[in-house]
């Protein structure tokens, strides 16, 4: 059963260090800006999917590696995901039934929310206001959503087959 | 795609959900509240950071690997050629170091007659910076040495031309920089041509400084160039910084638009220098 269950965590773990990787990833100085959120698509893809096992706590972790790589306040990105996650995971079985159209709209507002939730903290504690191309993220993010979606799909059939 | 399979196609609800959620976003305001109030999360930061080192060492590989290849396939010819611009090179900077030399004993010597105390040599080292690109809207770097060096918060990163920026976050073997364009960064100047002291702000453009606080008398012209004037005791004295590229006067604003180019090529370099300034001499040289 701990071998079981270990087998299919592994698959997702590799995802997230994966995305980790896509997140610090330099790029020109005119793309980064537009660089998806990629950990938010995968925790929202893992938390429809895995719910019991891929949650709130999760998320946090990932957050506050975020929080560290990025030098941001501690728990600010722990806090956004945990948040956008827990919305995740209350209506995953909602959001499994979603045609595609749908679900692209409740990824753009759950990644608006992301967002939202940083701008906010960056506010309270008197950061300075970014321009609007901080909100390129939700768009580019939910556009890369569906090629993301099919992807993962396949990793997580394979690995399902192959445990 | 409606999941039909193991425990996880149950309809339930997932039971202390709700309750998990509003424990973590409680931790996650007390960390921000500590981490924002005071450093003391620092310890947290840098076994996490210990944690994420080896995903920046694979991201950073890619690109070590290309610049490796393509050192090691130029040619023989190339080799040579840029062999002897080096030579050229050294010689011309002996040549100016040896004047060098010469007026740091006269400078040296005149401060003896001024009675102020000699200014130290600063230590350097060298340091690479990894190709790991963290948060897209403040103008960071990171480094591959830290704390295991003697890399401390603050100190001051230079390269070959210029300020870079200077260390904000120091874990165990690297270290996150914060660069003079950033727009929270601002950094203590003053004009090489006449003293006039200053203070060069960050835009978030990675060739623009702002001077915001002159005002619309002050001795400025486009061409002069600023340098560290070590009052804000970060920055050792003496480094340039950049150079003033535009001057407008407006009559009726009480400060001059004054903007500059940063000197070191801010989104280029590859390897900067971390200086270990020695013990400063602003602080006790004006009650004598």
Known sequence: MSRDRASRRLPVIITLIVGLMLTIMPLPEAAAAFRPDWLALLLIFWAIQLPRTWSVGSAWIVGIVLDVSYGTLLGQHALALSVIVFATVRFHLLMRVFPLSQLGATIFALLALYQFILFWVNGVAGVTAPSIAYWAPVITGTIVWPFLYIFLSGVRYRARSGA | ?288
């Open chain 2, 1 to 288: 795609m409606v999941a039909s399979r193991g425990n996880n196609s149950n309809p339930a609800r997932i039971p202390g959900l709700g309750f998990r959620v509003l424990v973590l976003i409680l931790i996650s305001i007390l960390l921000m509240y500590f981490d924002h109030r005071d450093n003391h999360l620092d310890g947290i930061r840098r076994a996490v950071g210990a944690a994420v080192y080896p995903v920046r060492i694979v991201v950073d590989a890619p690109v070590r690997f290309w610049e490796w290849l393509g050192e090691s396939t130029t040619s023989r010819n190339e080799l040579e050629l840029e062999l002897g611009r080096l030579k050229a090179e050294r010689l011309l900077t002996n040549a100016r170091l040896q004047r060098l030399t010469a007026l740091e004993a006269e400078n040296a010597r005149l401060r003896g007659l001024l009675d102020a105390r000699t200014r130290v040599r600063d230590e350097v080292r060298v340091a690479q910076i990894m190709a790991v690109d963290a948060n897209p809207y403040e103008h960071n770097l990171v480094i591959d040495i830290g704390s295991r060096d003697g890399v401390y918060d603050g100190q001051a990163i230079v390269d070959a031309n210029g300020v870079v920026g200077q260390v904000i976050e120091t874990g165990i073997m690297t270290a996150q920089a914060v660069l003079i364009s950033d727009a929270d960064h601002a950094l203590p100047v003053e004009v090489n041509r006449n003293g006039l002291r200053t203070i060069a702000v960050g835009t978030g453009e990675i060739d623009r400084l702002d001077l915001p606080f002159l005002p619309n008398n002050a001795d400025i012209r486009v061409g002069d160039v600023l340098v560290t004037s070590g009052l804000g005791g970060a920055f050792p004295s003496g480094y340039p910084v950049a150079v003033v590229n535009r001057v407008t006067r407006i009559p009726q604003e009480p400060f001059a638009d004054v903007s500059a180019t940063p000197a070191a090529a801010l989104d280029q370099v590859r390897e900067v220098m971390l200086i270990w300034s020695a013990p400063s001499v602003t602080e006790e040289a004006p009650d004598e």
